[in-house]
């Protein structure tokens, strides 16, 4: 009898569980469960300040709206007529929570989401500011078949401002509508000067028209943070003052490491660069090996004459590897191109020399208290070697995928920058050979 109960009792879970199952997949074919987060996203934004009010558009796959129970039918097209109120709420949710528009520093708390539209993916409007506007008039699509992965979202939300001369700020973090998600921003403003931005997650708070205090101060925080993450540098740096015992040597050394990377950085920045492809996973292959050298050098224990001219060499091709990051950052520089290169590179000087100062008191002290001097330093420059050596093999098989060409543009206006390029390093080079010389003495 017992048994009979036990049988009866799993037959009614085993018939409930078949009912739910069954209830689910009739209910997903009218709709859509978004629950997965999709690998990369791409998020168009278009900010325009009017007279009165600030305009701003936004345009993300729909796929990226998540836990919104879009109407589909069949194999995944959307029923378009039942989704203005739903996309309404997706934009409140997962768009306009997630952007703040400031105006003199000041939050704009009164925004409002005027009109969402579905686009089809090759809707090109989005490419300035009229026609994306004008697509949002536009009558809504019906009657048209559109998957739902491929159906895109058009958002319209303003903000109202005081005044159209005041100075403008966006926080924008979409970094979560995706794995990976990347926001391209147009800021265009009241007498229609048009600005392009392009991150990925979130940058922070983004000047709009930045001035040049605003712009100064994010780029020194900017370089002291590039000095600290990147880890080839600091091994770099590790490497040219583990065998330094004297002061003198030690600001020689960086001295000369910090010219050489000056140079590199601004002749980069202004442009003056080989275009290949192939140019930036040489340059940080070849960092590798500079860690590399150095650290051999270090077990072979070379005299110390040879230190600073290696560090110069080395530093030009770590200017380049500078110059990637810096790359990414100016596009917040505004009309502030000089200054704002400038707040960089002190930006990195300063890590630097915070680096150099804590470091090198914590070596000199460990040597102190130790008599077995050069083994530690032959372990030490071991361990980074061997790092080093793998780095080199890994970024040596990506730059093996680029064929070599196109190392620099002919044009006679380029070849005279590359010309002044060559000038200024052999002049610093003999600059500071005399000035250590001096110094030496």
């Known amino acids: 009898m017992q048994h009979s109960n036990t049988f009866m009792s799993n037959s009614k879970k085993i018939l409930i569980l078949f009912s739910v199952l069954v209830f689910s997949l009739i209910s997903t074919d009218r709709c859509l469960l978004s629950h997965e987060i999709p690998?990369?996203?791409?998020?168009?934004?278009?900010?325009?300040?009017?007279?009165?009010?600030?305009?701003?558009l936004i345009r993300v796959p729909l796929e990226a709206m998540r836990d919104m129970n879009f109407p589909i039918t069949g194999p995944g097209y959307l029923e378009l007529e039942k989704m203005p109120e739903l996309t309404m709420d997706a934009a409140e949710i997962w768009l306009g929570n997630f952007i703040d528009i400031y105006e003199e520093k000041n939050k704009i708390k009164d925004w409002q989401i005027e009109k969402t539209r579905i686009s089809l993916p090759s809707n090109r409007s989005f490419d300035q500011y009229n026609t994306a506007y004008n697509n949002m008039l536009s009558p809504p699509l019906n009657n048209t078949l559109i998957h739902y992965q491929q159906a895109l979202l058009d958002v319209l939300i303003t903000y109202p401002i005081e005044s159209a001369s005041s100075k403008f700020s966006a926080d924008i973090n979409f970094g979560g509508l995706g794995l990976n998600t990347t926001t391209i921003m147009t800021f265009v403003s009241y007498d229609d000067v048009s600005r392009l931005y392009q991150f990925k997650g979130s940058p922070g708070i983004v000047e709009l028209d930045p001035s040049w205090i605003n712009a100064f101060s994010r780029f020194i925080s900017s370089g002291v943070e590039h000095i600290f993450i990147g880890i080839d540098h600091?091994?770099?740096?590790?490497c040219l003052i583990l065998p330094c015992r004297r002061i003198r040597s030690l600001i020689i050394v960086i001295t000369a490491f910090t010219f050489a990377h000056s140079i590199t950085l601004i002749a980069s920045a202004l442009g003056i660069v080989p275009s290949g492809l192939w140019f930036p996973p040489f340059v940080e292959t070849f960092i590798a090996f500079s860690i590399l050298y150095m650290a051999i050098e270090?077990?072979?224990?070379?005299?110390?004459?040879?230190?600073?001219p290696l560090a110069f060499g080395f530093g030009l091709i770590h200017g380049f590897g500078f110059s990637f990051a810096l790359s990414?950052?100016?596009q917040f520089a505004g009309n502030h191109l000089l200054s704002s290169l400038l707040a960089f590179n002190l930006g990195v000087e300063f890590g630097q020399i915070v680096i150099v100062c804590l470091a090198a008191p914590v070596i000199n002290l460990i040597f102190k208290w130790t008599e077995k001097e050069k083994l530690i330093t032959v372990i030490a420059s071991v361990l980074v070697g061997h790092t080093a050596w793998h780095w080199m093999l890994e970024r040596y098989?990506?730059?093996?995928?680029?064929?070599f060409s196109g190392f620099f543009d002919y044009s006679g206006s380029n070849i005279m920058n590359w010309v002044i390029v060559l000038f200024i390093i052999v002049f610093t080079y003999f600059f500071l050979t005399r000035l250590f010389k001096r110094i030496m003495e």
Do not use: H
């Open 328 to 330: 990414e950052t100016m």
């Open 397 to 403: 098989e990506v730059m093996n995928a680029y064929t």
């Open 234 to 238: 600091l091994l770099f740096i590790l």
């Open 298 to 308: 270090n077990i072979i224990k070379t005299k110390q004459e040879r230190r600073w």
């Open 39 to 56: 690998n990369d996203v791409v998020v168009k934004t278009i900010i325009k300040v009017d007279e009165d009010s600030i305009n701003l």
